[in-house]
């Protein structure tokens, strides 16, 4: 999923359960960045397709 991110260079997502509240929050931040380019992926491939 982190092959996605655009603004963390994080190579996994961690375990937020050791990492207490910061922990989850750093998880739902990378996960975040990763759907978005994700999600930007998907569309412009779809757009290729119809075109």
Known sequence: ????????TESEVPD???????GFEK???LL???CE??????VAENENISA
């Not at 999923?1 to 963390?8: G, I, L, T």
């Open 1 to 8: 999923m982190c092959s996605y991110c655009k603004r963390h």
């Open 16 to 22: 937020p359960y050791y990492g207490g509240a910061k």
């Open 27 to 29: 998880v739902l931040d």
């Open 32 to 34: 975040e960045d990763a």
């Open 37 to 42: 380019s994700l999600l930007d992926s998907i």
